[in-house]
């Protein structure tokens, strides 16, 4: 039994050695010769330049499944600066590093207990910078997918910040059918669409019934160009 309970230890520790100095190295430069191959084409960019126009901080709201695909894309430096969420499990620990690595902003939460915390250090960091952009994956970390969730509109909220929402889609690619969110991966040499939608305003204090329109309207938005993106790509989830 002694000897089991060690080899767990063992078997963990390795795990989280290997997530936080191994795997983020290689996973940055994966992600960063994808990038060299990939043929980015954006549509309704113009609403992306309208947005960071003004005197309002950009929020962007995209779908769990296209994190990989965006954060090539985002890490880019004619995207602007951005701050995103990251859970706080040891898959998370990766995932921050390599978003750290990649240029970002990054604060550990997630749509459970420490979500609220976690938008309130991006509102904090957004409203010490307003030329830093927020992103935030509408669905949460668990799900449902599609299903936007509150946390999108208190951002945009307390940031003072448009919504822009944003799909992605990508041939070839490659789509993890199993995963709860369908994630994609774009394939060397693939083509990337970018479809970016209206941004949306949030006012401070909404009527009643006014925060569930607008969250409904994200979701719709959000439905709508990812049917764009996949026409225009020729892609499949």
Not at 220 to 225: G, P, Q
């Amino acid at each position: 039994m002694v000897r089991r309970g060690g080899r767990l230890r063992m078997s963990r520790r390795l795990k989280r050695f290997l997530m936080r100095w191994i795997v983020p190295g290689l996973a940055v430069a994966w992600v960063r010769l994808l990038n060299a191959t990939l043929r980015y084409r954006e549509s309704g960019r113009e609403h992306f330049e309208s947005a960071r126009a003004s005197d309002r901080p950009i929020v962007g709201a995209f779908l769990h499944g296209h994190m990989i695909a965006l954060l090539a894309f985002m890490s880019r430096p004619d995207t602007g600066r951005w701050v995103l969420m990251c859970s706080q499990s040891s898959d998370g620990d990766a995932m921050a590093e390599i978003e750290t690595r990649l240029g970002f902003e990054v604060v550990r939460g997630s749509s459970g207990s420490d979500g609220l915390q976690a938008l309130v250090d991006m509102v904090r960091l957004v409203r010490a910078d307003p030329e830093l952009g927020s992103c935030l994956a509408v669905d949460g970390s668990r799900g449902p997918a599609g299903l936007v969730q509150q946390g999108i509109l208190s951002l945009a909220q307390h940031t003072g910040g448009s919504i822009v929402p944003v799909a992605a889609s990508a041939r070839p690619a490659k789509v993890f059918h199993k995963a709860w969110d369908r994630p994609i991966l774009p394939l060397p040499f693939a083509r990337v669409d970018i479809v970016y939608g209206a941004p949306i305003d949030v006012p401070r204090r909404t009527r009643p019934g006014e925060a569930e329109e607008l969250r409904k309207r994200v979701e719709c938005d959000l439905a709508e160009l990812q049917a764009c993106a996949n026409a225009l790509s020729g892609g499949r989830e």
